[in-house]
């Protein structure tokens, strides 16, 4: 852990305890992924931080040689299915990205689903995908994904560009993907919209997600089958500070239901660079 802490997570542990996963760096830049233990009461007094990591790179050559950062996780019965970020560097491009599974089993220690991806760039989807969210609903089980549409280059060096698309699955690990778009560009100059974060609430569901033209904010949006979205990005009233650790940008949403309140843990300036921080909704649907 010698710096960031990315792409926090939230699992229920027991009463108001919660286990929060995040993604580090070691000195040569490669991420893993720890977690933290914290009373959801009492979020600033950290409880216990795990000694070693969840999730660490993968084998030299393999998708997740530069790094493992957790995205994602869906209980089923007495499986836990982890959900994360693999990606190592590129060379006409920095890096590229894919989706891998990590699974625990009676509450066990993690375990890899398979040395490759789960997700990958496909004939239809050319250059990468990355982070999800992934929620088990009924018997079928749904993602929604970033997606890589294109690089670019912009003042000398490549861009990327990504949005978020939809796919669906019969057990969590197989993914039917057909190129439905959940929330696309509102604009030329949007090229990064990430991070997914889906609730199914009573009336509909909502998403929340991060977006970035000239810095990242967090976006809103809403459904009423959970494929096809209407952006309302005003409505979220979530906005940078006026200083401080999350003044410059606001990214990588997690939002969590718990006794009555809606949680929203999520990353500041440096994409994680200065650490993670919890919100809390006022009135909660």
């Not at 998708?63 to 560097?89: E, P, V």
């Not at 549409?149 to 699955?169: C, F, L, Q, V």
């Amino acid at each position: 852990m010698h710096s960031h802490a990315a792409v926090p997570i939230a699992e229920h542990v027991s009463g108001d305890l919660f286990r929060i996963y995040f993604s580090s760096r070691n000195e040569e830049n490669q991420s893993f992924t720890g977690h933290l233990l914290v009373d959801i009461k009492r979020p600033q007094e950290i409880l216990e931080l795990s000694d070693r990591p969840v999730l660490g790179p993968g084998a030299l050559g393999e998708f997740d040689d530069s790094g493992a950062m957790a995205t994602w996780i869906t209980h089923r019965g007495d499986k836990r299915f982890l959900y994360y970020i693999g990606w190592n560097l590129g060379v006409t491009v920095p890096f590229r990205n894919s989706i891998g599974l990590s699974m625990s089993s009676h509450g066990g220690e993690y375990k890899r689903y398979a040395a490759g991806p789960i997700v990958d760039r496909s004939m239809t989807e050319p250059h990468f995908v990355a982070s999800c969210c992934v929620l088990a609903d009924g018997d079928k089980w749904r993602m929604w994904y970033l997606s890589c549409t294109d690089w670019r280059i912009r003042n000398g060096n490549p861009e990327h560009r990504y949005h978020i698309k939809y796919a669906e699955s019969d057990d969590g690990i197989s993914w039917r993907r057909d190129g439905t778009v959940a929330i696309d560009y509102s604009n030329d100059s949007e090229y990064a919209i990430s991070r997914p974060s889906v609730i199914r609430d009573w009336d509909c569901w909502r998403m929340w997600f991060s977006h970035r033209g000239a810095a990242y904010r967090i976006g809103y949006a809403e459904s009423a089958d959970g494929v096809h979205w209407k952006r309302l990005d005003d409505d979220c009233q979530m906005d940078v500070s006026e200083s401080g650790w999350d003044s410059e940008m606001i990214e990588y949403p997690f939002v969590f239901d718990h006794n009555g309140f809606r949680y929203m843990l999520y990353n500041g300036n440096g994409y994680g660079k200065t650490g993670f921080g919890l919100a809390v909704l006022e009135d909660c649907p």
